[in-house]
């Protein structure tokens, strides 16, 4: 149980392109899901908390018209890079829970790379 | 001073060899403890989770929480080649309305040898 499945696996693109990357929990709902970055040899950074129905909320730091956040139902959260740059490049990781106190599962990332 | 502090190794070990994985905190608002594995370029997968004092025991795993000293393990034995990887401390606090924030350590990078 509480698989968190995640796509795409890896996107490569030009600056200046959007990217969608999508997040869903297969086997249980979600009212709150987790935005994490994570570079090379260093540990998961939360960007953002996205909740059903409601705004994101942003950690500081984090652009939240850079990292859009939709989380419109109870199984499904996107995060939409704009106008993406070289310096977006990175490893995206979602994570989601069946409960609020209850352990996060993860999916298994979406490595981004801008050209 | 980090609120998680976790040795980054990396730490190789020969096969069947106990393992033992350490972090500290320092934020005494963290009330539930885990140990994630993560293969590389994979997602973090989750190990053990407890929320107590103690320890707590999953076949070869065996996670102990000491909270007045602030200090968790991960004890591996018998350690398997399968177990090499990054293994991730994570406490969670309570950070507004329903949610649990996550906070990791660092990291440790095992590899166990054949």
């Known amino acids: 149980g509480a698989v968190v499945s995640q796509h795409p696996s890896r996107v490569i693109c030009k600056s200046g392109t959007s990217v969608k990357i999508e997040c869903r929990s297969l086997d249980f709902q979600a009212t709150t899901m987790f935005w994490y970055r994570q570079f090379p040899k260093q540990s998961l950074m939360l960007m953002a908390t996205?909740?059903?129905?409601?705004?994101?909320?942003?950690e500081q730091g984090v652009e939240k018209d850079k990292f859009l956040i939709n989380h419109a139902s109870l199984t499904l959260s996107t995060l939409t890079v704009t106008s993406a740059h070289p310096e977006d490049s990175s490893f995206y990781i979602c994570?989601?829970?069946?409960?609020?106190?209850?352990?996060?599962?993860f999916g298994d990332g979406t490595r981004l790379s801008i050209l | 001073q980090k609120e998680v502090e976790q040795d980054p190794g990396p730490l190789s070990v020969p096969e069947g060899a106990i393992v033992s994985l350490n972090c500290t905190y320092s934020?005494?608002?963290?009330?539930?403890f885990m140990w994630y594995r993560q293969y590389s370029r994979k997602g973090p997968e989750l190990l053990m989770y407890t929320y107590s004092s103690g320890n707590k025991e999953d076949g070869r795993f065996t996670a102990q929480v000491d909270k007045s000293s602030k200090y968790i393990s991960l004890f591996i034995r018998d350690s398997q080649p399968s177990d090499s990887a990054t293994y991730l401390c994570a406490m969670s606090a309570y950070g507004g309305g329903s949610n649990y924030k996550l906070t990791f350590g660092k990291g440790t990078l095992l590899t166990v040898n054949p």
């Open positions: 996205s909740n059903e129905g409601s705004k994101a909320t942003y």
């Open positions: 934020n005494s608002a963290f009330q539930y």
């Open positions: 994570s989601a829970g069946q409960y609020s106190n209850q352990p996060q599962h």
